[in-house]
């Protein structure tokens, strides 16, 4: 195992950190700038997965980090499955020799935190991006019980038990993390946008012509939480009132157990077409008047930031992870989560004041500018992950530049 200093630091100044995803595709989209920033700073980086492609394998180890696919799954005959697949954790840290864990998926997090705990890692950070329950409802057994003695919730409970920093990409998670009871004494959260928008990449760009009809675009996996269901299904609707208008959804195939087939996206075919999996984003956005959001809570809708940058309104799910992109009236409006019929009064509010649309469009530009620079969020995720050694003493609560956003626990 490599050795470090007392402060977590291996000798040279750099960490070694493993970050956690649920799918190695997750690590590809979403993390790869974090992964190339820490691996600039000369800090290690471990990919950790339960899935890989062949194509996500090798793109992270072409960027220079090192690759293990987690085994989750106990064997058939095993008398302690929960500690065998924690103890596959703790061996597959120690021996990176990890001082810093990021971890992300509530399916995998048991798993990754005890066994981050059992290696003894300095700072494990779990991501909360769903709405956890409080702490009444979760049967939390004693501590000194084993795994194996006690069902799910308490297994995810133990979560809570092993951390005393954790990470949230929007307000309403970490609102309900605090009001959860789950916090122990000195614990904290921070929020961060995840790892924002590059404001470069995706430049401000024109509207099309509106006189030519209005085109409404959806992208995001097809899943029902995503969301895709209630665009083909509001554009359906608008569609009998607006046959003017267009709709297109653009979208990556999902594994979740809602994943929506492409059989029945075609039942919407004459009013919604769908153009892939999204890839080009940018050219996407520079051909839509509306970008919709729909999604019935997510951490963070990362699919509407680059519209957001682009400067293009926006409709969004009154959800978490959603209404945070939204002024409501000045850069977007909200929908009911999960409902057509609001989703499609929404959309039909841009038709009937078309004119709007472009104060709206620059409105969205600033917010994507305030709010989800990637360069702010970049540096106060690389601050939180691997703070300066001048600094490292200070609360695990984050960042200086996220302070505003952390509660501490102060007590149980």
Known sequence: MLKTSGDGLREGGGRRIAIAA?????????????????????????CLSPEFTEIEWHTLLA??????????????FALMPNRQVAGRVTKILKTFGADTVLARGRELLPAVVQGAHKAKVPRILPVIDW?????????????????????????LARVFRHARAFLCYNHDHAAQLEYSGLLLEGSSTVVIPGLGVDLDEFALSDLPPIRQGLTFLMI??????????????????????SPGAEFVV???????????????????????EYVGDGSDPASLIDKAHVFVCPARGVGLAYDALPALAKGRPVVVSDAPGCRELVDERVNGCMAKAGDPQSLAQAMESYLRRPDLIPSMARASRLKAE???????????????????????????????????????????
């Open 22 to 46: 649920a799918s190695g595709s997750e690590l590809v989209q979403y993390d790869m700038p974090l992964i190339k920033a820490l691996i600039a700073k000369d800090h290690d980086v471990l």
């Open 131 to 155: 709405l956890v329950g409080k702490a009444e409802d979760l049967d939390d057994a004693a501590p000194e019980l084993d795994d194996e003695l006690v069902d799910e919730p308490s297994r």
């Open 220 to 241: 995001g996996e097809l899943s029902q939480s995503s969301g895709v269901l209630d665009f083909c299904k509001a554009a359906r609707i608008v569609h009998a009132h």
């Open 370 to 412: 305030r709010r989800f620079d990637r360069r702010l969020a970049m540096a106060a995720m690389l601050e939180l992950l691997a703070p300066d050694p001048a600094t490292a003493g200070r609360s695990h609560a984050g960042p200086a530049s996220a302070q505003r956003t952390t509660q501490q626990r102060t007590g149980t």
């Open 63 to 76: 960027h220079g980090a090192a690759v293990e696919q987690l085994d989750l799954v106990a064997e058939r």
């Open 250 to 272: 653009a979208g990556r195939a999902s594994f979740a157990p809602d994943a929506v087939a492409l059989r029945t996206l075609a039942e919407f075919r004459g009013v919604v």
